[in-house]
């Protein structure tokens, strides 16, 4: 295959080469015809000039032959039956009847006949000028006749300059073109290794050409597609990072599930098994049995429910069903709803009469709920929920939270106690904070480990407080 600058040379020498010989064509016609027209106009004046000689000249043949060596013309004179009566080149007697020569038949016509061809006797092409006169009552023909051969002489004087020229030409050209190839080679060579750059997937180049147009849009051109696959290669990356995230998340959810299921369903299995081996068991015993595996079969079912929850909210396929209601009247229900569940324990509430919102009601159920579950779970102290500045505020005087964990526990699967099972695998304040983002409000944490935590957050706007 041949490189970029042996294209352009053979091309170019083409190009030369076509030109030079269009050239030596058009100008051998031109001259020719240049000079076949001067030499008309000449052989004309000649005529004149000789017919006006005649009268005066007693030997025509030696006339005739002083003109052939002055002008280098031949001179004939022709009768009217076409017999040659003399000629400067060759013996009259020998020479053959001229009335069908070309010139003299249109001699008869015109004043002033023109032929080119050969002649046979002088064996060299010439121009013939005939021209018909009368004298003594008879009609004589003059022809005068020049020499073209020295059309061609002429013609490949110059067309040897010409061709001097064009190989200077070709020379200066074929350099140039060598020059230009070496320009062109280095700005394929910075593209090439731009390119091979980018197959490396290494998309930090720096093209520039100033060359020429074309090279410096494809400069920019370079840059753009680097760019552009630039970003999707940190799409990819980030696309990648996701699965990688994704994965380790799946691999969470089975490590939480097989972590956190495998105590209550332990109890339940062995509460179930005391009773199989043992259908004579105390009423009582088993009642308290039964007891702890539905309460065992519940802590599975919330951890279920809060797990297909924050799936939902993750994945924005949960819509919020808004309504106007107290939060007042929720949160003391379910106050008092953790009081029974927990009779040893003491929840003070300190709420005005009534505050109105407009939010789902069911999520406020669970925010709520999971922030005074959290509070129980980590103190063993009274819980205080008020109402401060419209936010609701949850607050325990437990173990507190460590300044470096306070942004990890709304986290999914995060457990402060990671020995402890009674959390729902860390999905709780997870949850909270998905629901109050989609209330556009969020969860606010003031926490100092050995002292206690206040959980809170603003109610959503439009409220009426009583």
């Not at 020295?150 to 067309?159: A, G, K, Q, R």
């Not at 860390?426 to 983002?437: H, Q």
Request: charged fraction near 25%; charge should be neutral.
């Amino acid at each position: 295959m041949l490189m970029l600058h042996q294209h352009i040379t053979r091309a170019l020498l083409a190009l030369f080469l076509g030109t030079l010989c269009l050239s030596g064509l058009v100008s051998y016609f031109t001259i020719k015809n240049e000079n076949i027209d001067r030499y008309k106009s000449e052989l004309e004046t000649h005529i004149k000039f000789i017919q006006a000689q005649l009268p005066y000249i007693n030997d025509l043949e030696s006339y005739a032959k002083v003109i052939k060596e002055s002008y280098g013309i031949r001179v004939t004179l022709i009768d009217q039956n076409g017999v040659v009566l003399v000629d400067s080149d060759k013996d009259n007697e020998t020479m053959d009847n001229h009335a069908h020569r070309e010139e003299i038949i249109k001699a008869h016509k015109i004043d002033y006949a023109h032929s080119v061809r050969f002649s046979d006797s002088v064996k060299s092409n010439f121009l013939y000028v005939a021209h018909r006169f009368e004298r003594d009552n008879k009609v004589f023909f003059l022809r005068l006749a020049t020499n073209i051969d020295t059309i061609m002489h002429n013609f490949y004087h110059l067309w040897v300059k010409i061709a001097v020229i064009f190989t200077l030409s070709i020379l200066a050209g074929l350099y140039v073109t060598y020059i230009f190839s070496q320009k062109v080679r280095k700005e394929i060579d910075k593209i090439v290794t731009n390119l091979q750059q980018i197959a490396d997937k290494d998309y930090k180049i720096t093209i520039t050409s100033h060359f020429s147009l074309e090279f410096f849009e494809i400069a920019n051109y370079l840059k753009k597609l680097a760019s552009k696959l630039e970003k999707r290669a940190k799409q990819k990356r980030k696309y990648t990072a996701k699965i990688k995230l994704i994965s380790q998340q799946r691999s969470d959810v089975i490590s939480a599930i097989s972590h956190e299921f495998k105590n209550p369903i332990a109890s339940i299995m062995g509460y179930a098994q005391t009773l199989l081996d043992d259908p004579n068991a105390n009423p009582q015993i088993r009642e308290r049995f039964l007891g702890k595996i539905v309460q065992n079969g519940q802590k599975i079912s919330n951890m279920i429910d809060r797990l297909t929850l924050t799936t939902k909210f993750e994945n924005g396929d949960f819509n919020a069903q808004t309504s106007l209601f107290d939060i007042i009247k929720v949160t003391q229900e379910l106050v008092q709803s953790f009081r029974e569940k927990h009779p040893t324990r003491t929840i003070s509430c300190e709420l005005p009469q009534t505050y109105m919102i407009t939010a789902d009601r069911t999520m406020m159920e669970i925010v709520i709920s999971n922030l005074i579950d959290n509070a129980l779970k980590y103190s063993e102290e009274a819980i205080m929920v008020t109402l401060e500045n419209d936010a609701l505020h949850v607050k325990d005087s437990g173990v507190g939270i460590k300044a470096e964990e306070i942004e990890k526990v709304t986290q999914k699967f995060y457990r402060a106690n990671a020995h402890s099972w009674d959390n729902s695998m860390g999905l709780g304040l997870a949850l909270v904070t998905y629901i109050l983002k989609l209330h556009n409000t969020a969860l606010e944490i003031q926490s100092s480990l050995g002292v206690g935590s206040d959980f809170s957050f603003k109610l959503p706007s439009n409220n009426t407080v009583l």
